[in-house]
T-cell receptor
Framework: DAGVIQSPRHEVTEMGQEVTLRCKLI?????LFWYRQTMMRGLELLIY????????DSGMPEDRFSAKMPNASFSTLKIQPSEPRDSAVYFC??????????????FGQGTRLTVV | RKEVEQDPGPFNVPEGATVAFNCTYS??????FFWYRQDCRKEPKLLMS?????NEDGRFTAQLNRASQYISLLIRDSKLSDSATYLC????????WGAGTKLIIKP
């Protein structure tokens, strides 16, 4: 298995533009997590899905952020319009089972977003 | 109070030394615990799960103290390659992450 695959790896965009980040889960996994990491705030959970259903989106910063899971193996995180403070590394992770004991999360390599 | 707290460090440790750091958690009903390692500009990767009886994997030992609500990670005979940020994760039917402890091993 190729693991969790994220694209693009790097994105530089101008303020106000729409940004779409993509994530392909590990086959057979049914939980999907989007995280954001910055030096100031560390690793923050934005949203997580279980069986394609959003379970907790309380970490989504504001209405400019939206996440979808159109099928069991793929997810997108969209920022519209983007702002410089959105600059961060965005990680997608998948796991087998929602919160089962000893459930390990496997991370993609991240998308480094810079909004100028 | 944060749900999961770690000393951010950095811990500057000479090669070959033993180093230990703790992570405290606030929810006594937490189900399971993990240590992840994150190298600079890379994704976090599982280092080890933490079992209630404590567990060891080579030079690494993880322990859980439920009474005091903390987990610990001990690294013996530290190597230069151990330099990384170590993230504590608590599972309360969702994964709650600490901010990480930065470890720098010096030659």
């Amino acid at each position: 298995d190729a693991g969790v695959i994220q694209s693009p790896r790097h994105e530089v965009t101008e303020m106000g533009q729409e940004v779409t980040l993509r994530c392909k889960l590990i086959s057979g996994h049914n939980s999907l997590f989007w995280y954001r990491q910055t030096m100031m705030r560390g690793l923050e959970l934005l949203i997580y899905f279980n069986n394609n259903v959003p379970i907790d989106d309380s970490g989504m910063p504001e209405d400019r952020f939206s996440a979808k899971m159109p099928n069991a193996s793929f997810s997108t995180l969209k920022i519209q319009p983007s702002e410089p403070r959105d600059s961060a590394v965005y990680f997608c992770a998948s796991s087998l089972g929602r919160g089962l004991p000893n459930t390990e999360a496997f991370f993609g390599q991240g998308t480094r977003l810079t909004v100028v | 109070r944060k749900e999961v707290e770690q000393d951010p460090g950095p811990f500057n440790v000479p090669e070959g030394a033993t180093v230990a750091f703790n992570c405290t958690y606030s929810n006594s009903a937490s189900q399971s615990f993990f240590w992840y390692r994150q190298d600079c500009r890379k994704e976090p990767k599982l280092l080890m799960s933490v079992y209630s009886s404590g567990n060891e994997d080579g030079r690494f030992t993880a322990q859980l103290n439920r009474a005091s609500q903390y987990i610990s990670l001990l690294i013996r005979d530290s190597k230069l390659s151990d330099s990384a940020t170590y993230l504590c994760v608590v599972n309360n039917y969702q994964l709650i992450w600490g901010a990480g402890t930065k470890l720098i091993i010096k030659p």
